[in-house]
């Protein structure tokens, strides 16, 4: 089987106006990151505030997650028929008042509704600024995606030694989620000052586009592997340490700082092998390589060295999936808002099914059972990403698009 060589960037895109709005899509993501592994490192602090336990306090991610696969939905829907700068300066304000919120509530019901919203946000943030990307930039989006995905890692990296320090400052997250809420404010603000990018295909040519919606299902599938482990990981690796005995609080605030952290040094490498590596090699060499590092952690879970070495590891071999993904997407499929929605809910439903279940099992089992269950996820995500490379052996826009 022959392979099309990686997308180049286009340079005669890069107008002043795609290169502002590519700029602030960069500082949104950034926000994204802050919100998104704000909650990990902040689960022992607000099951006090609640007075939960952390096998119910785990249900906050399935508020989250459910906020956020129904705000995919959403924004994928308004994107072909709105402003997108506009809803994504509306989500933006959103999630700055919800992060200011979280720290003031002590009912979990009121907590997980506040978290449902904030989930909302978060998902209208995720589509609308990857779509609006895609619509920039094109057939060379895949440096840009992974540059997009970086600046997420530096808030999913910032955002658990800001709680850390507020803990030990404060003995409280109060003042950590008050800083995180002040960053998306001028965000927001910018973008209303940009135009919206316009979708490259009209609604008549998406209603009588072709859509192999079985490829979509299977993609929308293995985000809903990959993204379960990537929050389950992220939002339980500091309860793992903790309960392991592997660090005390700010030590494992840090550990799991150290995943995103890893994560977004990978996305940074990421940008230059996007342009000079085809989308299913990285796809193929980052899952196996996820698989190496769970199960070192796996095998060693007292060898602190080898946890922390197995979590700078997985890092690292995620850091370009979810990006890399909507590129090889991309070369197989029309990426309006209809069709590109959906991918958000099976990220939506990764990140409400199985952090939430990992609660369960740490309550029931131990944190021990966190490794196996995340291990056998992702033997999950690569069968189901070798069916996608078997749907896309042909062609399904151009002639000359191979996977």
Not at 48 to 64: E, K, P, Q
Not at 84 to 93: A, M
Not at 383 to 393: D, G, M, P, S, W
Request: include cysteine; proline fraction near 5%.
């Amino acid at each position: 089987m022959t392979h099309s060589n990686p997308d180049p960037i286009n340079h005669e895109r890069l107008t002043p106006v795609v290169i502002r709005s590519t700029i602030v899509y960069f500082a949104a993501f950034v926000a994204l990151g802050l919100a998104t592994s704000a909650i990990g490192p902040a689960l022992p602090g607000l099951a006090d505030h609640t007075g939960s336990r952390l096998g119910s306090i785990g249900f906050l991610f399935t508020g989250a997650s459910f906020g956020y696969m129904l705000g995919s939905l959403g924004a994928g829907h308004l994107l072909d028929r709105t402003r997108g700068h506009v809803l994504l300066s509306l989500v933006l304000f959103s999630l700055a008042a919800m992060l200011a919120l979280v720290p003031l509530i002590s009912s979990l019901w009121v907590l997980t509704a506040i978290l449902f919203i904030l989930g909302i946000a978060e998902g209208g943030l995720d589509v609308s600024a990857n779509i609006m990307l895609v619509w920039l930039h094109r057939q060379g989006v895949n440096p840009f995606l992974n540059a997009l995905h970086f600046f997420f890692g530096i808030g999913a990296f910032l955002s658990p030694i800001i709680i850390a320090q507020s803990i030990l400052i404060s003995k409280d997250i109060n003042w950590g989620f008050w800083l995180l809420a002040i960053y998306p404010i001028p965000a927001a603000i910018w973008l209303l000052r940009i135009p919206s990018p316009a979708s490259p295909h009209t609604r008549g040519e998406i209603s009588h586009q072709k859509i192999n919606w079985l490829l979509v299902g299977l993609l929308s599938l293995f985000l809903t592997f990959y993204v379960g482990a990537e929050i389950g990981f992220g939002g339980w690796i500091y309860t793992y340490a903790l309960n392991q005995n592997l660090a005390n609080a700010a030590g494992a605030a840090y550990l799991t700082s150290i995943f995103w952290g890893s994560l977004t040094a990978g996305r940074l490498l990421g940008i230059g092998i996007a342009t000079r590596v085809r989308p299913v090699a990285i796809l193929m060499t980052d899952l196996i390589l996820c698989l190496l590092s769970l199960g070192l952690i796996w095998l060693f879970p007292q060898t602190s060295a080898l946890v922390w070495a197995g979590t700078i590891a997985l890092g690292l071999a995620m850091a370009s999936i979810f990006p890399t993904l909507l590129a090889y997407a991309e070369r197989h499929l029309t990426m309006s808002g209809q069709v590109t929605r959906w991918f958000f809910v099976g990220t939506g439903l990764g990140g409400m099914i199985l952090p939430w279940m990992l609660g369960l099992l740490i309550e029931s089992n131990g944190p021990a059972a966190i490794m196996p269950a995340l291990w056998v996820n992702m033997v999950f995500a690569l069968i189901t990403f070798l069916f996608c490379i078997a749907l896309t052996r042909k062609p399904l826009i151009n002639s000359n698009t191979q996977p």
